[in-house]
Every structure is written in C-alpha cells, then in structure tokens.
C-alpha cells in the first residue's frame, strides 16, 4: 500500500531558534516557533507558538496566535489571540476570539468576505 503525499495537510514549521528574513508562501498550513521578519501567506492555517514571533503581514485561513506580531493579520475565517500573545497591528476575520492575558494594539475589521491572496510558485 503506498502513501501518497498531500501538501494541503503537511505542516511547514519554522522551529524554535530559526530566523528567516524573507516571505513564506505556502499551500498548506504553516507553524512558527521561532523569528520570521517578513510576509507569510498560507491557503490553510498558520500558527505562531509560544516562542514564535512575526514581523510582517499575514494571510491565512485560521490563524492562532500564542507568541508575537507586528503587521497586519488576515483570516478568511478564524483568528484566535492565545493568553499570552502580543499582536501590533490590525486585524481582519469573520470571528475573533481574544483569550484573556493576550495584548492587542490596532483595529479590527469582521466583514462578510476578507480576500484571500492566491499562492503562486
């Protein structure tokens, strides 16, 4: 019996220590534990731990923050700010929820439809 690969469920994960400096573009879900100072775009979820931390916009399906953001935040569907997280900047979904303890600094914007930028290669 073969497996055969599927990228829309793999993880893209940036772990814990790791600095990338450029945009990330991605067909499936993405996971950020360490430092990425750029734009990152993913068709599915994206989500930045603990020790996670972003500088640049974002753009994904469902989006969890539990570590650090500072750009703008855009999800089709879903954003979750955990109790630790710190977000700078604006955000924009169709539902928000805002876990007690997180930092929150920038506008919000729930509209019926959040465009959704398509992933080239």
């Known amino acids: 019996m073969s497996t055969k690969f599927d990228p829309i469920k793999e993880m893209n994960i940036i772990g814990a220590g790791t600095v990338v400096d450029g945009k990330i573009r991605s067909q499936g879900n993405v996971r950020v534990d360490g430092k990425l100072i ?3 775009t ?3 979820s994206l989500s930045i731990g603990l020790t996670g931390e972003i500088e640049g916009n974002v753009t994904a399906k ?3 923050v539990g570590g650090k953001v500072r750009g703008t ?6 954003i979750v700010l955990e109790g630790k997280s710190v977000v700078r900047g604006d955000i924009r979904a169709l539902r928000l929820i805002i876990d ?11 509209t019926e439809k959040v465009p959704m930028y398509e992933v080239k290669h």
Do not use: H, L, Q
């Open 73 to 78: 935040i855009s999800a089709t569907e879903k």
């Open 38 to 40: 750029g734009d990152v």
């Open 42 to 44: 993913a068709t599915e």
């Open 62 to 64: 469902n989006v969890t």
């Open 100 to 110: 007690e303890g997180s930092i929150f600094d920038g506008k919000v914007s729930m």
